[in-house]
């Protein structure tokens, strides 16, 4: 059997000492064989990055050996450097630099010779589609496009071990199969092995075999059908009843014992029972009609997710909202008329047109560069209008921004929490920026602690913390002085599938209070628990309705039951060929 080209012995990384002490792996032992696409699965804090570092030779194991292409990488990091490619998570480019020089840089500090370069640089700029845009500052590309010119960088020398940590984390689902694309071709053509993390499930069972990550630990390692196929007959799908709530059934299913997992897609509910559990067919009650549950094949991320939780496990408590959400059902809260958005002689937005209701869970969704973070950033009132009318609860946000500020929540892509405070001086310093002080900051700030569950985590530095507790802390943060309105732009991006559901779950429970919630995401599966939703393109809407009105328009004979990512990937290529 061929030797594998990267092994962990029973490899230990701790970071940290006293009260901050983290054991980051914990005794791991992985091999990834040669000519395979080896996925690193795990929640947050799993330790999917160390491994990568380590494995990359960038930083040393407090205990155990690693071994990469044969060469041990404690002793000779230098000679596994310059025999791998390895793209971290933030794509490593520096953004001042053009798409060139980028290349340029890359291909010096990896000893490319000169006379390899331009043929290089041509195969790979034509296989990213970046050819057109080499004079372009890395800053100015879209994300779909900086996550390829950081994969171009790491291909240069044509690694025999490429290590990708999280590439699609932000990124469109058309930039993501694009990159699928390139990794296999590297396959195919150059029997190279791939080593990457992913917090997208369904890429999971892309890969050849699946390494599963928990608290350091290694759980498992095989095909991911072998971590799948003990489920056979725990997976269901559940049609909604007429009049019934999506929302609140999938609320219900959650929180019934012999569920491990429900998750809302499209009109269909997923459910993923525990083992030797009856189902609850009189959910809905005497009154109400039985459930019809139809089984359906089981999927890796429900594997995922019965594995990593508990059967004793209590839901996450759903945020207790005072007044916020008062006022009529059917109010239009915002209302965009003809919204155009310049820069210079680039127009970003092209007179798009849409309104949001009172209680409604509204998405905008689009591929990088589509406009919809412009069009976003303007309804929050960070962008000013270049033409047309915009109102957000009520006011018009060209003469009474600040005044619509006070009244909406935002909770940015990155999170924008301060990396040197703790939890509890973030908490207070944002209730301080919305201008509440004495009892009622206190009062905020306790409600904060105990509805997201960060009491035990108060005197914590949120630098350390995990990105799903970086997540819960942000969403507090936003909430912290009772918004009617709430943006929330890329809040999912990076995190796992658990802590996903937990967010949902408490964006449920504020829409169902009357919160009006306006998403960006680029996970199409999130689109489901949209109400509405507009799907943008080159500035301009490309659809917009129910998710429902919008995967039908993706319904063919090679996809009866088109997902949200089948329907948005079909609007964009359309458009693309009418162009």
Not at 497 to 523: C, D, K, M, Q, S
Request: net charge negative.
């Amino acid at each position: 059997m061929e030797e594998p080209v990267l092994q962990l012995q029973e490899v230990t990384r701790c970071f940290g000492s006293g009260e901050t002490a983290a054991t980051a792996l914990d005794g791991v032992d992985l091999a990834v064989r040669a000519g395979e696409v080896t996925g690193l699965i795990g929640p947050d804090g799993a330790g999917k990055t160390t491994l990568m570092r380590l494995a990359a030779a960038l930083m040393l194991p407090d205990q155990g050996r690693i071994e990469v292409l044969g060469i041990d990488a404690v002793a000779e990091p230098v000679a596994v450097q310059s025999r791998i490619g390895y793209m971290p998570q933030r794509f490593g480019l520096y953004e001042d630099l053009s798409v060139q020089e980028n290349l340029d840089l890359y291909a010096d500090l990896q000893g490319l010779p000169p006379a390899r370069r331009q043929e290089r640089y041509d195969e790979l700029m034509h296989m990213t589609g970046l050819a057109p845009f080499r004079r372009r500052l890395a800053g100015k590309l879209s994300g779909g496009m900086k996550q390829k010119l950081g994969l171009a960088c790491a291909l240069l020398r044509e690694p025999e071990l490429l290590l990708l940590d999280e590439p699609t984390v932000g990124v469109d689902p058309v930039s993501r199969r694009e990159l699928w694309q390139i990794v296999y071709r590297q396959v195919r053509e150059h029997g190279m092995s791939v080593l990457l993390s992913t917090a997208y499930l369904d890429e999971a069972e892309r890969c050849d075999r699946v390494a599963l990550l928990h608290q350091g630990r290694l759980l498992g390692m095989d095909r991911p059908a072998a971590f799948s196929e003990p489920l056979t007959g725990d997976c269901f799908v559940l049609e909604v009843p007429p009049g019934v709530s999506a929302r609140r059934l999938q609320r219900d299913l959650q929180a019934h014992p012999a569920v491990a997992d429900a998750l809302v897609e499209g009109e269909h509910i997923r459910v993923v029972r525990w083992p030797d559990q009856p189902l609850p067919l009189d959910l809905l009650g005497s009154e109400g009609p039985a459930l019809d549950f139809r089984p359906v094949p089981p999927r890796f991320e429900d594997a995922f997710i019965r594995l990593l939780r508990s059967p004793d496990e209590v839901p996450p408590p759903m945020p207790q909202i005072g007044s916020a959400g008062a006022g009529q059902a059917d109010e239009v809260v915002i209302r965009a008329e003809r919204l155009e958005r310049r820069f210079g002689d680039f127009v970003a937005v092209k007179g798009i047109s849409f309104q949001v209701r009172r209680g409604e869970i509204f998405g905008l969704l689009g591929a990088n560069g589509a406009g919809k973070s412009t069009t976003f950033r303007m309804l929050c009132g960070l962008l000013p209008v270049s033409g047309g009318h915009l109102s957000v609860a009520g006011r018009d946000l060209r003469h009474a921004a600040a005044q619509a500020r006070a009244r909406i929540g935002y909770m940015a892509q990155k999170f924008s929490l301060y990396a040197n405070l703790t939890v509890l001086q973030n908490l207070r310093f944002f209730a301080a920026a919305y201008g509440l002080r004495g009892r009622r900051q206190d009062e905020r700030v306790d409600w904060a602690l105990d509805n997201f569950e960060l009491r035990p985590l108060v005197q914590r530095n949120t630098g350390v913390l995990s990105l799903g507790h970086k997540q819960r802390l942000a969403f507090a943060a936003a909430l912290m002085h009772e918004p009617q309105i709430l943006f929330l732009d890329e809040p999912t991006s990076g995190v796992d599938p658990i802590a996903r559901r937990e967010f949902w779950a408490r964006t449920n429970a504020l829409a169902e209070a009357g919160i009006t919630v306006l998403v960006t995401t680029h996970f199409m599966e999130e689109a489901n628990y949209c109400d509405r939703l507009v799907i943008m393109a080159e500035g301009e809407v490309l659809a917009e309705g129910t998710p429902r009105a919008i995967r039908e328009r993706a319904r063919d004979p090679q996809h009866p039951e088109p997902s949200m990512e089948d329907a948005f990937i079909s609007l964009v290529a359309h458009r693309e060929v009418a162009a």
